[in-house]
């Protein structure tokens, strides 16, 4: 996972391919047809929630047997099992699409133009 290096004002190329995710109503996430340029706006950082947050959230798409041998698992490594940080998303880099729309794409997709 990269880091966050872009700035506001400088120019990247968004490969084809890549997922952009937009405020745009009706059209919330599509795939890049084509190699574009953009103009950052702004970055987001890389979200990070601790992995027991992550599995209360999610327990109810896990069957039982799993959950039964992960909590005598968590049983025995309780201060790990706290202390360990799942990342959720990675940083991303922002500019003002369509119609004035936000839209974002993971620093792993783009490139300095």
């Excluded at 190699?35 to 599995?55: D, G």
């Excluded at 039982?64 to 990675?90: C, K, M, S």
Aim: proline share 4%; net charge positive.
């Amino acid at each position: 996972m990269e880091e966050i290096n872009y700035k506001k004002g400088e120019r990247v190329k968004i490969r084809s391919g890549a997922t952009i995710r937009s405020t745009y109503p009706g059209r919330k996430q599509k795939t890049a047809s084509r190699t574009q340029v953009v103009t950052v706006h702004h970055t987001l950082p890389r979200q990070t929630v601790s992995i027991s947050e992550a599995l209360n959230e999610f327990r109810d798409r896990f069957d039982a047997a799993l959950l039964a041998r992960f909590d005598q698992w968590r049983l025995n490594n309780a201060p790990e099992f706290y202390r360990e940080r799942a990342q959720i998303e990675g940083p991303k880099v922002c500019w003002v699409g369509t119609g004035g729309y936000w839209h974002e794409v993971s620093v792993d997709e783009i490139e300095l133009a």
